[in-house]
């Protein structure tokens, strides 16, 4: 699914040789994550519900007024018709006009409300809704930074390429297979690296299930304690160098709670395989596609996003590969 959607878009840039990674990596990433939630294949549908989404996300960090013309108020009105759109989706599958064998069809298999696992229709809403957000716009944001290294980083680039057009050449299956993206060994560590220096999640918010010391200080049981990853990530006693980018400090496995990309322990990052997954899938498709080059290095942020997005949207010059 990921995978043809990729290749699709890698065509369409060899085409325009002109185009704005992040704005790419948002509707892929989008579609992937909607097309294997709820199954949608309507583009009109779908163009629909991912503005509705990118004002829901715009509002999560908007001062609490709810006025009309507000970035908040705009988000409570894109909630309200992406609820609506989704109590339709579930009437549609109980009343048998479609099924689907995705993510919402799991969700529907138990509602018993005799059952300790049934959701409510809300509860299932929201559920989907937190999914989307939370895979499409840090995939994307990830995808876009590791662009942005890579063209920093002709001989990693380089490297990179030429051991993914070995992998092209002996499976010419597609989709890659997950056993193929398991033999892509060098470019897991380009993800990982790529990971690290983005650090897309920087806060992990916790809350302490009882009293305890840490670092000489006290923590209260209920005590909400912020883990900052991207103290962790440039942390020089832990990372040599951490302001390089160098995919081989992952040749070793790093120290424990020190890699926190999806943070560490029970609450991990339910989407972690799939995010590493589609990194791996369009990196193949890009490097053995084209080459490019970054036409805007400015490296400002984009002001009220809720993860670091490059405010350029880190435009590039495609060169197709023959």
């Not at 892929?28 to 309507?42: P, R």
């Not at 200080?217 to 990372?239: C, G, L």
Request: glycine fraction near 4%; charge should be negative; proline fraction near 4%.
């Amino acid at each position: 699914m990921f995978d043809e959607l990729t290749v699709e878009t890698m065509r369409v840039w060899k085409e325009k040789r002109c185009v704005i990674v992040l704005d790419y990596a948002l509707k892929i990433t989008f579609n992937a994550i909607c097309k294997m939630l709820l199954s949608l294949e309507d583009d009109n549908e779908m163009e629909a519900l991912r503005n509705d989404v990118s004002e829901v996300t715009e509002a999560l960090l908007a001062f609490p007024l709810r006025f009309p013309g507000t970035r908040f108020n705009r988000g409570l009105k894109a909630r309200e018709r992406i609820m609506d759109t989704l109590r339709e989706k579930m009437a549609m599958r109980r009343n048998g006009v479609e099924c689907k064998n995705d993510f919402l069809e799991h969700l529907l298999a138990k509602d018993n409300p005799d059952s300790a696992e049934s959701l409510t229709d809300q509860q299932i809403s929201d559920n989907i809704l937190t999914l989307i957000i939370a895979g499409q716009v840090t995939t994307a944001s990830a995808i876009t930074w590791m662009v942005k290294y890579l063209d920093e980083n002709k001989e990693v680039q380089n490297k990179l390429r030429e051991m993914q057009l070995e992998i092209a050449l002996k499976n010419s299956d597609t989709p890659l297979r997950l056993e193929t993206l398991n033999d892509m060994h060098y470019a897991s560590k380009i993800v990982k690296e790529s990971l690290r220096m983005a650090t897309v999640v920087s806060w992990f918010p916790r809350v302490a299930l009882k009293d305890c010391q840490l670092g000489g200080f006290q923590i209260r049981k209920d005590w909400i304690v912020n883990v900052n990853a991207r103290s962790a990530h440039y942390d020089s006693t832990i990372y040599d160098e951490p302001m390089k980018f160098d995919p081989s400090r992952f040749d070793e496995d790093p120290k424990p709670y020190s890699f926190l990309a999806f943070g560490a322990g029970g609450r991990t990052c339910l989407g972690m395989n799939l995010a590493k997954e589609m990194m791996l899938v369009f990196l193949h498709h890009l490097v053995t596609t084209c080459r490019w080059e970054v036409t805007d290095a400015d490296p400002s942020l984009e002001k009220w996003a809720m993860f670091p997005r490059l405010r350029s949207g880190c435009p590039i010059r495609v060169i197709p590969i023959n």
